[in-house]
């Protein structure tokens, strides 16, 4: 029987190009539900790719403090984020939900 190597998946090798890092960003930020920690960990994880050292003091921020703040197991910030995205050549935008419109009830229903 042949075994099966497996070896740590670790994102920050497909995070090659500003391109990739942008289209990482949006799908965390998309998948996020509201948990600034998960957007800080891919922030993060993107600093790592770029070289924390780097980003950390481009953003006027110690490495230790940045690895602190981007590690996922807090809420940074959010001077902290805007410093880290910028220094990673990143924006934020904005644009409409599309949240499904929420249902009338009539003054009549709701007495009932």
Excluded: W
């Amino acid at each position: 029987m042949t075994q099966t190597r497996t070896t740590r998946y670790d994102v920050t090798e497909h995070l090659r190009t500003p391109e990739e890092m942008a289209a990482y960003l949006e799908a965390c930020l998309e998948e996020a539900n509201g948990d600034a920690a998960f957007i800080a960990k891919a922030l993060g994880d993107i600093a790592r790719a770029k070289g924390m050292s780097q980003v950390a003091r481009d953003a006027g921020l110690s490495r230790e403090s940045l690895y602190k703040a981007l590690s996922g197991e807090r809420s940074p910030d959010f001077d902290t984020i805007l410093k880290v995205i910028n220094v990673l050549g990143l924006k934020l935008h904005a644009q409409v939900a599309l949240i499904p419109p929420v249902q009338q009830v009539s003054t009549a229903d709701a007495k009932k």
